[in-house]
């Protein structure tokens, strides 16, 4: 091969990318006044406009702080007997849950409003568990839902999930009464016009387990057997380009489709990223799964945290984002030396995050950028139309190449570069429409040509 055949050939220009020296310019520290013990919230109270951080144990032997941030500085909005788990607006008023039950000599069992400057109790999450929290709030379609572990509220059997009418708390219509030990539900959302449940709770013949959907007359699976195993759990629940997410804690070797995060289209459950790829705990592993905890939508982009450390093989804090067809992830994973984000949120365009532990324990911290796309499995990427029979060619960030819309099975892939001198030469096994990652040793030059069957990739890479 010639470089003058290059007249005939698309180019496949850029840069492979190369494992950026990650310092500590894309974070600073934004601890409040005293340190936050494994942060919690980092919540947008746009009505107040600031910004509310609670967390665990600090210090104090009875109460642990809210915290709220204006643009200027800290201060204290509340002292709570327990962990604050979570905040929302309903109704234009701040709500805020957790496991407390007082606020200094009052009582205020796990739930409370602020109004009138000053706290409220907001109805009674009683139990009958010892360890009884609420770890979520809802509003989905103007109605405001608690989820957690706990079994009544304002006096009736709720089982973990209660629903806001007018000035008290009911259960859920039809909502199961009887599960194998305490109910876990950790979050609500409505898919193609029913209202879908998630957690870690089951009856003792699991035909009540983790995901049920509520058909109007009654709480059924969503699938049968969506999630296997014992230790599988839903924590997070977003609809999302026509697709339901499904995040949580489950693995490939249980038979699931993905591992930490998957998707459903009303009929089938997809893989977010194919086996060794996608989201991961450990690089190039998948013997233990991450652990995605929540959602939240953003220009677009599906962004989620929880315990992960790499993104199709990309370092990140416990925080990345997915448009669909990538994921990204933000710069500066190794400066925050975690693979745990409690929490995030985004405060005057500034993004916050509550990982755990990290430099000198900072649990609240800052991204110095707007960029939240700074790093992306496949930088500086721009789509060329392309037949069925036409493959494309992904540089990801650690250098290493992916090649997509291959036919299921085994295939020849030949790279060479710009001198029109092979680089490598190997076969490739496709599934699911995807290559392994093929790394490319000592590679140098800035652009190379891509041949898979003898036939040559379609997208075309420029430098970021």
């Known amino acids: 091969m010639?470089?003058?055949?290059?007249?005939?050939?698309l180019l496949l220009c850029g840069m492979v990318a190369s494992t950026t020296s990650i310092t500590a310019q894309y974070w600073e520290?934004?601890?409040?006044?005293?340190?936050?013990?494994e942060a919690r919230i980092c919540f947008n109270d746009t009505v107040h406009d600031w910004l509310v951080a609670g967390g665990g144990y600090d210090g104090s032997p009875y109460y642990i702080p809210l915290y709220r941030y204006d643009g200027f500085s800290w201060d204290t909005l509340g002292l709570f007997g327990n962990v604050v788990n979570a905040a929302v607006l309903y109704h234009d008023t701040l709500v805020v849950?957790?496991?407390?039950?007082?606020m200094q000599q009052d009582t205020i069992k796990r739930i409370a409003c602020y109004a009138g400057g000053q706290w409220h109790p907001y109805g009674d999450i009683n139990s009958g568990i010892e360890s009884a929290t609420i770890k979520g709030l809802r509003v989905l379609d103007g109605e405001l839902y608690a989820l957690g572990v706990f079994k009544y509220a304002d006096g009736q059997l709720c089982n973990g999930i209660a629903k806001r009418v007018g000035g008290h708390w009911e259960p859920l219509p039809n909502w199961p009464t009887y599960f194998m030990g305490d109910p876990y539900v950790y979050d609500i959302a409505r898919f193609q016009g029913r209202l879908v449940v998630g957690g870690n709770y089951n009856s003792q013949d699991l035909t009540i387990r983790d995901l049920l959907q509520y058909d109007g007359n009654a709480w059924v699976p969503v699938c049968g057997s969506c999630l296997h195993g014992g230790m599988d759990g839903v924590a997070a629940l977003a609809v999302y380009q026509g697709y339901l997410y499904v995040g949580g804690r489950f693995y490939y070797s249980g038979g699931n489709a993905g591992q930490g995060l998957m998707r459903w289209d009303g009929e089938t459950w997809e893989s977010v990223g194919p086996v060794g790829d996608g989201v991961q705990l450990d690089n190039y592993s998948d013997t233990y799964p991450p652990s995605i905890y929540s959602f939240q939508q953003r220009n677009g982009r599906l962004f989620f945290n929880g315990e992960l450390g790499f993104v199709n093989h990309i370092p990140t804090p416990g925080l990345a984002s997915?448009?669909?067809?990538?994921?990204?992830?933000?710069?500066?994973?190794?400066y925050i030396n975690a693979h745990v984000a409690y929490s995030f949120g985004v405060y005057h365009d500034s993004l916050y995050l509550a990982p755990s532990g990290g430099v000198a324990m900072l649990n609240?911290?800052?991204?110095?950028?707007?960029?939240f796309t700074y790093q992306c499995s496949a930088l500086g990427l721009e789509e060329v139309a392309a037949t069925r029979a036409e493959f494309q060619a992904i540089w990801n960030a650690a250098g290493?190449?992916?090649?997509r819309g291959l036919a299921e099975g085994l295939?020849?892939?030949?790279?060479?570069?710009?001198?029109?001198?092979?680089?490598?030469?190997?076969?490739?096994?496709?599934?699911?429409?995807?290559?392994?990652?093929?790394?490319?040793?000592?590679?140098?030059?800035?652009?190379?040509?891509?041949?898979?069957d003898h036939n040559l990739g379609t997208r075309t890479i420029s430098e970021p």
């Open 2 to 9: 010639r470089v003058s055949l290059a007249k005939s050939l």
């Open 29 to 37: 520290n934004a601890l409040p006044p005293s340190p936050l013990y």
């Open 97 to 102: 849950a957790g496991g407390f039950e007082w």
């Open 322 to 334: 997915w448009d669909g067809t990538d994921f990204c992830a933000l710069g500066g994973a190794n």
């Open 364 to 371: 609240l911290v800052r991204y110095l950028s707007t960029d």
């Open 400 to 403: 290493q190449l992916t090649l």
């Open 411 to 452: 295939h020849s892939v030949r790279v060479f570069d710009a001198q029109g001198r092979l680089v490598l030469d190997r076969s490739v096994h496709s599934s699911g429409g995807r290559t392994e990652a093929i790394p490319l040793a000592n590679a140098s030059s800035a652009v190379y040509f891509v041949v898979a």
